[in-house]
């Protein structure tokens, strides 16, 4: 009889390697398609409205940003793990359904309180364009509970479909108005049918979410009051992190709006665009870690090896870290004005657009470090040491956009996030990296140098060239095929796969 040995860690590490990057590039590829629309559509809204319509559009979104996160309360990081360990995965997800559902109306029903309470927004199209924008989050967060199902499947392509649909149609209809001629308007019915267009899109996404999600683990609805409790009582400390992540992320453009009455529109128009092309770098690294998270809570739950394959994620997350920092402090102008217009750029009398991105270039980077240090206290369950750094790290963003925002506007909420970020990233990757240490050969420390470093070289060399959107669009692919050349010299896919 023929006596087969027990994998290696390096077998298992592989494996987990391949269906981390399978899971991974599919979320890329739905990224990276929905920015090339977002990107369409960032520039349709910057174009057909005015600069105060254009700051009312993104105050809204980036006032319901917070309540998106209470909404969430944890319960997406919680879902990944409980549901790929459940023996009855139906039910498990049908708890977390309803759960979402509920915690979605209380936080919905508190903007929009919030939003037509505030005295200052009286009289202006706020609460309305508010009202309007809700719509995208209540469907989006419900679809988002279903992604749980793909993600421990490790089907990802089905929310590749899902998410690009969304944004098909988005941008279609409102790349529609500006065909039509709609150009820097200062009506507010446009404002609302671009929101209204929004929820369209997000109502795509939940549509084919519940669809796609039903062939993985279907949805039986059943009132379990202990599993729900139970869940609670775990998702709620992850809840309390998410929310000091929304203060200390995403709450400035709020506090802009409410500390400069006399011209959020203003500030929010030039700030807003930013931080669309903030989310959109923040969640590559979420990408990545949410398609680690349920192998990696399984090896942990059953005491299995993990340091190999942290080790491997902590470099694709300073690579991704690398990439965005770069493009973001090296093409300010250019990425500013492929995005938006000229009218969004700085002048000699006021910072603008690419002002805000140079600063933020930094958070970008400090960012991957903060979410890997993030996901790793989640696995390892320690949720104290956590919520304590994240909750002084709100307290001193709210503390420096108190005292910065009234002086310097959208500048010094700018200036507030990288030193929160640089905050955040010191004080927990040595928690995390003492919950659950990696191992990282030292090749792989002078991959990332060597990458970052060749990339820099040639972002460096083509700024000159730079000199239209055209011309941007067009070396921003050649910089992703030089990306793709640099990392297979210095034989990167080597390393992942030791």
């Known amino acids: ?68 996160i209470l909404a969430d309360f944890g319960l997406y990081a919680i879902a990944v793990r409980e549901i790929s360990k459940a023996k009855d995965r139906s039910r498990t997800m049908s708890v977390f359904f309803l759960l979402r559902l509920v915690t979605v109306i209380v936080a919905l029903s508190a903007a929009l309180a919030i939003a037509w309470a505030t005295p200052h927004w009286r009289g202006t199209p706020l609460p309305l364009a508010i009202s309007i924008a809700a719509l995208v989050p209540l469907f989006t967060l419900l679809g988002g509970i279903l992604r749980s199902a793909f993600q421990v499947n490790y089907r990802m392509q089905f929310v590749f479909v899902a998410e690009v649909a969304q944004r098909v149609l988005t941008f279609s209809l409102i790349g529609l108005f500006i065909l039509l001629g709609v150009r820097g308007t200062s ?32 949805l039986r609805m059943h009132w379990d009051p202990s599993l729900m409790r139970r869940i609670a009582r775990e998702a709620a400390p992850f809840g309390l992190a998410y929310l000091c992540i929304a203060l200390y992320r995403q709450f400035d453009i709020t506090l802009i709006a409410q500390l400069r009455p006399q011209d959020f529109e203003l500030q929010n128009a030039y700030y807003g ?30 005491g299995g ?22 493009f973001a402090s090296q093409w300010p102008v250019p990425l500013v004005r492929l995005l938006t217009t000229q009218a969004y750029l700085s002048t000699s009398a006021a910072p603008g657009s690419d002002t805000a991105l140079w600063i933020l270039s930094a958070s970008m980077f400090l960012n991957g470090i903060v979410l890997f240090s993030f996901y ?15 909750g002084a790290g709100a307290i001193l963003s709210l503390a420096s956009n108190l005292l910065l925002i009234p002086i310097l506007g959208f500048v010094g909420a700018a200036i507030t996030s990288v030193c ?28 990332w140098i060597a990458f970052s470093l060749l990339l820099a070289a040639f972002l460096i060399f083509a700024k000159p060239f730079l000199s239209t959107p055209y011309h941007t669009f067009l070396i921003g692919g050649l910089s992703g095929a030089w990306m793709l050349l640099v990392l297979w010299v210095i034989r990167v896919r080597k390393t992942f796969s030791m």
Not at 187 to 213: E, H, K, M, N, Q
Not at 305 to 326: D, K, N, P, W, Y
Not at 376 to 390: D, F
Request: proline share 5%.
């Open 273 to 302: 665009f930013v931080q669309r092309m903030m989310d959109m770098a923040y969640i590559l690294p979420t990408f990545l870690l949410n398609s680690t998270l349920p192998i990696l809570s399984e090896r942990a739950a059953r």
């Open 420 to 447: 929160v970020h640089a905050f955040l990233a010191i004080a927990l990757l040595p928690w995390a990296l003492s919950a659950m240490p990696i191992r990282l050969p030292r090749v792989a420390w002078l991959q």
């Open 305 to 326: 090896e993990t340091r190999h394959l942290l080790g491997r994620v902590f470099l694709a997350i300073l690579l991704l870290s690398s990439t965005m920092f770069l």
């Open 187 to 218: 009506d507010p019915r446009i404002l609302f049918a671009f929101l209204l267009i929004g929820g369209a899109g997000a109502l795509v996404y939940l549509t084919l979410s519940v669809i796609l999600s039903h062939r993985l683990i279907p």
């Open 376 to 390: 790793v206290l989640l696995t390892a369950n320690r949720w104290k040491s956590l919520l304590l750094t994240l």
């Open 1 to 68: 009889m023929t006596e087969f040995a027990p994998e290696t860690p390096a077998v298992h590490v592989r494996g987990s390697v391949k269906k981390i990057a399978a899971s991974t590039l599919w979320q890329i590829a739905s990224q990276l398609t929905m920015a090339a629309m977002s990107i369409v559509t960032i520039k349709c809204v910057a174009i057909g409205l005015s600069k105060e319509l254009a700051g009312d559009y993104n105050t809204s979104y980036g006032f319901l940003q917070l309540f998106g």
